[in-house]
């Protein structure tokens, strides 16, 4: 078969390796083996490989974001995948006719197959330009390569790599739909892209399915983009340090209308996040118009410098563990057939009224990977804010696993649509500063409702600036049905370390194996 099929085996198993080393040796392929995704991508880029067979749970670096990570790397960007799993999976970026997905067990004949065609599509496209546009940053500016598409009408996705940084633009008809850059996106994620001078670049021809996401036409969109960045580092002196902590001189509740939404949504945030850096990673507008407006409201005295105590800052760097982040993403994929959520679990907060939630919000800002959802109505504010439902903010885990905080306030006859908001869900928070009989009946319906169709770790909180006394203790308890494995704190606004303690248990709890199971039973 020659050197040039050579195959890279990523299993975790040694029955499947002994099975398929068997099966590469009949065929006369020869290989390459790892156990772990982390010996795998080392392999893939060392030596490129004409195929990776990979187990879907391969470990330290799981099956889909090894394939991530060499899909979105130029270098390796055309090499097809051979997927290894118990059950079937959504694979994101999954390329039908080039990639492979089989389930145990194994037909070799049907499989050899495959690999086959797998081959022939692959090289097929090459040959129609599948690298069609490749190069360095260095000698062709994105700005460039993005204006060659536009002329073209190019429909795509341009890959771009900096080191251990990856960025994506997506193209339909030369126009620019989306553009992804780290966590961010849209015009942010362009803008920071397009800072990049040095890197190497890949354009891929293929079908998009997604929607438009940037609204602006290329044209006008490069040349703001332009402009923006030449006001940025002109201005570098003028702009405060990403590491000043500021915080508002005004009630940002009563915000007078007309302002520019950046406006709105800059002061709210400074609310969670008194970092300048923090607030600028969690704004949606451009890294300039943050800036700008942060300099502006400084200049008014709208916003002012202070100091953070050190006690707040929380030195870790991980919520949980990568083997307790794999475990949490196997118990979504056993428990829900909705593969598109796959990578996404629900912690659903039941609250008396949506000042706890906001105030719980301002507890986690520095939990490390915690994202203030900053179009939430707990942080634009405004008279939504006072019947809140949806996302908080999320938790990035290992393995691009997201644990997504969504809230709902107690009202009449809600049970049907808590059943309806708890797909997905992982565990249950239940806050509380008052044991009023007709709030604790609403909470207890609303746990009961929600733990009627899934087992999961339930938390109790009381947000109170001092810690309840034994009896008011005691008649929650009986109120809510506490039981045993269920844990109870008390958390104070300023107490930011409790809280990543709380969260840290919680996930732990998720974890473990007598929780998030299918319809609880009587106990």
């Known amino acids: 078969m020659g ?25 006369k392929y020869p290989y390459t083996m790892a156990t772990n995704g982390a010996k795998a991508m080392e392999l893939a880029l060392d030596e490129l490989p004409s195929l990776v067979i990979v187990d879907c749970q391969l470990p330290l670096i799981e099956g889909s974001h090894l394939f991530r990570i060499l899909r979105n790397n130029p270098y390796t960007s055309g090499v097809p995948f051979l997927f290894i799993s118990n059950r079937p999976l959504y694979i994101k970026g999954f390329n039908v006719g080039v990639d492979i997905f089989v389930t145990r067990p194994f037909l070799w004949e049907e499989l050899h197959e495959q690999i086959k065609r797998s081959f022939a599509c692959s090289a097929n496209a090459r040959k129609m330009g ?7 940053l260095s000698r062709v500016p994105l700005v460039d390569i993005l204006q060659m598409l536009h002329m073209n009408k190019n429909e795509g996705e341009l890959n771009l790599t900096k080191g251990d940084l990856y960025g994506a633009v997506y193209v339909k008809d030369g126009e620019i739909y989306n553009a992804v850059c780290g966590k961010v996106e849209r015009e942010k994620a362009l803008f920071r892209l397009l800072t990049w001078k040095d890197g190497v670049f890949e354009f891929r021809p293929l079908r998009l399915g997604l929607g438009r996401k940037v609204k602006a036409r290329t044209n006008h969109l490069l040349m703001e983009a332009m402009r923006q960045l030449d006001e940025l580092e002109n201005s570098r002196d003028k702009f405060p340090s990403i ?24 002061l709210k945030l400074v609310e969670y996040y008194p970092r300048v850096g923090d607030v600028i990673e969690h704004c949606s507008f451009t890294d300039y118009e943050v800036y700008s407006t942060i300099a502006k409201l400084l200049d008014r005295d709208i916003l002012k410098e202070l100091e953070i105590e050190a006690d707040k800052i929380i030195d870790s760097t991980q919520t949980v563990t990568p083997a307790q982040a794999i475990k949490i993403k196997e118990k979504v994929i056993s428990n829900w057939s909705e593969m598109m959520l796959a990578d996404y679990g629900k912690v659903l907060i039941l609250s008396s009224s949506p000042d706890l939630a906001k105030t719980l ?11 203030l959802n900053s179009k939430s109505p707990i942080v634009s504010g405004g008279a939504e804010s006072s019947r809140v439902i949806g996302e908080i903010g999320s938790i990035k885990l290992y393995g691009n696993m997201e644990v997504t905080l969504f809230s709902t306030p107690l009202a009449a006859r809600m049970g049907p649509f808590l059943r309806a908001f708890s797909t997905n869900i992982l565990g249950l928070i239940i806050l509380w500063d008052s044991t009023d009989a007709q709030l604790l009946s609403r909470l207890k319906a609303g746990k009961d409702v929600i733990l009627s169709k899934r087992r999961v770790p339930v938390v ?8 309840p006394e034994s009896q008011v203790l005691d008649e929650y308890c009986k109120g809510l ?10 958390l104070s606004s300023s107490d930011n370390k409790m809280a990543f303690e709380i969260f840290q248990r919680l996930l732990l709890d998720i974890s473990g194996e007598r929780f998030v199971t299918s319809r609880v039973h009587s106990l």
């Not at 000043?244 to 949504?265: C, F, H, Q, S």
């Not at 109790?460 to 810690?467: C, D, P, R």
């Not at 049905?481 to 008390?490: A, M, Q, T």
């Open 361 to 371: 919000a301002h507890t986690l800002k520095f939990i490390p990977d915690f994202s």
């Open 481 to 490: 049905g506490v039981k045993k494995e269920e844990n109870i704190y008390s």
């Open 243 to 266: 590491d000043l902590r500021i915080g508002t001189n005004v009630d940002t509740n009563a915000l007078p209308t007309g302002l520019k939404p950046v406006m709105y949504e800059v």
């Open 460 to 467: 109790h909180i009381n947000l109170g600036a001092t810690e």
């Open 3 to 27: 050197k040039e099929k050579k195959i890279l085996l990523a299993l975790k198993s040694q029955e499947d390796f002994t099975e398929f080393i068997g099966f590469l040796e009949r065929a």
């Open 130 to 136: 599948d690298k069609e546009i490749q190069g360095k």
